[in-house]
């Protein structure tokens, strides 16, 4: 044996082992979206309740750099900005939230996802447009309610902030990742052992996060099924902690019987990645999955997820409880 050989194996020796967490995480996608308006303060209340692990959060910035929890960087899909203020939009039809201050954003009454053509709701067996009354929460409205809802419960839930657009932001002149890493460390997310995972689906922006901006928490690359990955998972080991691909990738095929399990979360796992897949929904299955509790099966005992986002949170808890996975 060579003497950089045995230094080699030494140096492996030493350093500590990748450890999959002994029980796989369940992340409230957008909250308890599957029974609540997206991303409303209500819809994480829920959401917690219902004893999901984490709780999503999609940052977007106001005009004024307040961070605003919602899935898109326009509005006109969840609120009736359309309404309110109907001079507005920008010359490819959409309303940005970036074009609006806060104290404008909270004129707005959120709602039940929309298709902005038709009118209709996304999912029209969920929670009926029109009804009751929601806002577009600020971050640390979000995270002051969740810190709240630990305390009063006693069961801490973490949180899972997503960076959107983060290279988009940046051409608007507004430098979204700056603006909000120092709140999450304002309210003790700060570190790995904190309940915070970190996501974006730029890998640029991924990077910078880690490097330059100096983020020592838990951060996660999320993948687009539409496009070509930026970096290989050997690279991606080296700045994050895991990777958040959509459903189609852990798993392909038409019908159960022509379903094929990839090799995606065992070659992740072997570059020490842990696997967060999105997005289990129970009305709108993938063609692979028979039933929920077969998509489930199929996810956390034959591909071995770490993870999962879910519009359905409570679903997902009783399924892992179930199979003695919580």
Same mark, same amino acid.
């Given at each position: 044996?060579?003497?950089?050989?045995?230094?080699?194996?030494?140096?492996?020796?030493?350093?500590?082992?990748?450890?999959?967490?002994?029980?796989?995480?369940?992340?409230?996608?957008?909250?308890?979206?599957?029974?609540?308006?997206?991303?409303?303060?209500?819809?994480?209340?829920?959401?917690?309740?219902?004893?999901?692990?984490?709780?999503?959060?999609?940052?977007?910035?106001?005009?004024?750099?307040?961070?605003?929890?919602?899935?898109?960087?326009?509005?006109?899909?969840?609120?009736?900005?359309?309404?309110?203020?109907?001079?507005?939009? %920008?010359?490819?039809?959409?309303?940005?939230?970036?074009?609006?201050?806060?104290?404008?954003?909270?004129?707005?009454?959120?709602?039940?996802?929309?298709?902005?053509?038709?009118?209709?709701?996304?999912?029209?067996?969920?929670?009926?447009?029109? %009804?009751?009354?929601?806002?577009?929460?600020?971050?640390?409205?979000?995270?002051?309610?969740?810190?709240?809802?630990?305390?009063?419960?006693?069961?801490?839930?973490?949180?899972?902030?997503?960076?959107?657009?983060?290279?988009?932001?940046?051409?608007?002149?507004?430098?979204?990742?700056?603006?909000?890493?120092?709140?999450?460390?304002?309210?003790?997310?700060?570190?790995?052992?904190?309940?915070?995972?970190?996501?974006?689906?730029?890998?640029?922006?991924?990077?910078?996060?880690?490097?330059?901006?100096?983020?020592?928490?838990?951060?996660?690359?999320?993948?687009?099924?539409?496009? #070509?990955?930026?970096?290989?998972?050997?690279?991606?080991?080296?700045?994050?902690?895991?990777?958040?691909?959509?459903?189609?990738?852990?798993?392909?095929?038409?019908?159960?019987?022509?379903? #094929?399990?990839?090799?995606?979360?065992?070659?992740?796992?072997?570059?020490?990645?842990?696997?967060?897949?999105?997005?289990?929904?129970?009305?709108?299955?993938?063609?692979?999955?028979?039933?929920?509790?077969?998509?489930?099966?199929?996810?956390? %005992?034959?591909?071995?997820?770490?993870?999962?986002?879910?519009?359905?949170?409570?679903?997902?808890? %009783?399924?892992?409880?179930?199979?003695?996975?919580?």
């Amino acid at each position: 044996m060579t003497a950089e050989s045995l230094t080699a194996l030494l140096m492996a020796l030493t350093m500590p082992l990748f450890a999959q967490p002994s029980k796989p995480v369940v992340i409230a996608h957008r909250g308890a979206s599957g029974y609540l308006p997206e991303h409303t303060l209500e819809s994480k209340a829920m959401a917690h309740a219902m004893g999901a692990d984490l709780l999503e959060q999609d940052i977007v910035l106001t005009k004024d750099d307040v961070p605003v929890v919602m899935h898109d960087i326009h509005l006109e899909t969840i609120c009736d900005v359309a309404q309110r203020f109907p001079e507005r939009k %920008r010359a490819d039809g959409h309303y940005y939230a970036l074009d609006f201050t806060l104290a404008e954003i909270k004129q707005l009454h959120a709602h039940e996802r929309l298709n902005p053509n038709t009118g209709q709701a996304v999912f029209p067996n969920r929670f009926p447009l029109g %009804r009751s009354s929601f806002a577009i929460p600020t971050l640390e409205e979000e995270l002051q309610l969740i810190q709240g809802m630990n305390r009063s419960t006693g069961r801490v839930a973490g949180i899972y902030p997503e960076i959107k657009q983060p290279g988009w932001h940046r051409k608007e002149g507004h430098d979204i990742s700056r603006i909000v890493l120092p709140i999450l460390r304002r309210y003790g997310y700060a570190t790995k052992a904190d309940q915070c995972w970190l996501q974006c689906f730029e890998w640029d922006e991924v990077q910078r996060i880690r490097n330059e901006l100096s983020w020592e928490g838990n951060l996660l690359l999320l993948l687009d099924s539409r496009k #070509k990955d930026e970096a290989s998972l050997a690279e991606v080991a080296q700045v994050a902690d895991g990777i958040g691909p959509a459903l189609s990738a852990i798993v392909t095929g038409k019908s159960k019987a022509d379903r #094929k399990v990839t090799a995606l979360v065992k070659n992740a796992h072997a570059a020490k990645l842990l696997v967060h897949p999105y997005t289990l929904r129970t009305d709108e299955l993938p063609k692979f999955a028979s039933s929920t509790d077969d998509l489930l099966d199929v996810l956390f %005992r034959e591909a071995g997820v770490d993870g999962l986002f879910t519009d359905f949170p409570d679903v997902v808890v %009783r399924w892992l409880a179930a199979h003695g996975m919580r």
